[in-house]
């Protein structure tokens, strides 16, 4: 099974179980998120959504390229990248706090979901960034935007952003992005430590509270802005550069 679903006490928890592939999004992770969104939304016995990944290295390494490089131009491109974007869309605009828990590599479209996330727990070992840049593309699931509504100053936003390298754990948190690094224990541990004063509140109080910054989103056009990063990043994906860089990710992978 490429995910899991775990739900206790008011924690629903969608790990990412494809390990062996750094975690990385393929259809069957997509359909998983859908699936536990949809669950949110239907039901209303969760206090929180938290997203990880399977085993201590990977939260998620973004789009799978051994899967995704059959993607060649830019309107198969766009069905793929609009796909996951509706996904994190519906993620982002959830009713409930949504976390991040960050247990290892976050990069790429991994970084996209982590920042999708209303809140980022970051393990002292891992790192995240925005690496799209190095196989000559930008961000194309709504990841660019997200980050620009995240608080964090824009000169630390936009150079994440261009720099298209992975930050350690402690500069993550001192730019902004990270809310919180975890140094021992287990992520459950740190979880449960993060929620503590959280969980004693009503949920209507989190609900209404979410309901100010989604107020916020629907003036500002932001499903809008998502999806005009979506239509650049898929013409910067039918580019010979892209499928260039591509390959020789894929070569020096098989190595």
């Given at each position: 099974m490429a995910y899991l679903i775990?739900?206790?006490?008011?924690?629903?928890?969608?790990?990412?179980?494809?390990?062996e592939k750094r975690n990385a999004v393929n259809d069957?992770?997509?359909?998983?998120?859908?699936?536990?969104?949809?669950?949110?939304?239907?039901?209303?016995?969760?206090?929180f959504l938290v997203i990880t990944g399977a085993g201590e290295k990977s939260f998620c390494s973004g789009g799978d390229l051994s899967v995704f490089h059959a993607l060649e131009t830019e309107e198969q491109a766009f069905g793929m990248l609009s796909k996951m974007a509706g996904i994190l869309y519906d993620l982002a605009t959830l009713p409930v706090p949504t976390i991040a828990l960050i247990n290892g590599t976050a990069v790429g479209g991994g970084c996209e979901i982590a920042t999708a996330c209303d809140f980022r727990l970051v393990a002292s070992h891992a790192k995240a960034g925005?690496?799209?840049?190095?196989?000559?593309?930008?961000?194309?699931?709504?990841?660019?935007?997200?980050?620009?509504?995240?608080?964090?100053?824009?000169?630390?936003?936009?150079?994440?952003?261009?720099?298209?390298?992975?930050?350690?754990?402690?500069?993550?948190?001192?730019?902004?992005?990270a809310m919180r690094v975890y140094f021992e224990g287990t992520k459950e541990e740190a979880l449960n430590d993060f929620i503590e004063h959280m969980s004693k509140i009503h949920p209507s109080v989190h609900q209404a509270y979410k309901e100010i910054e989604l107020r916020k989103w629907r003036e500002s056009n932001m499903y809008e802005r998502v999806m005009e990063e979506v239509r650049t990043c898929a013409k910067l994906w039918e580019s010979e550069a892209h499928h260039k860089a591509v390959n020789s990710f894929l070569t020096k992978a098989k190595k």
């Open positions: 775990d739900k206790k006490e008011g924690i629903l928890t969608f790990t990412i179980n494809r390990e069957e992770v997509m359909d998983g998120l859908k699936e536990v969104i949809t669950y949110v939304k239907d039901h209303n016995d969760v206090r925005f690496i799209q840049g190095t196989l000559a593309i930008t961000s194309g699931w709504g990841g660019g935007t997200y980050l620009f509504e995240r608080g964090l100053r824009h000169d630390r936003a936009l150079k994440m952003l261009v720099d298209a390298k992975p930050y350690d754990a402690q500069t993550l948190y001192e730019i902004g992005w």
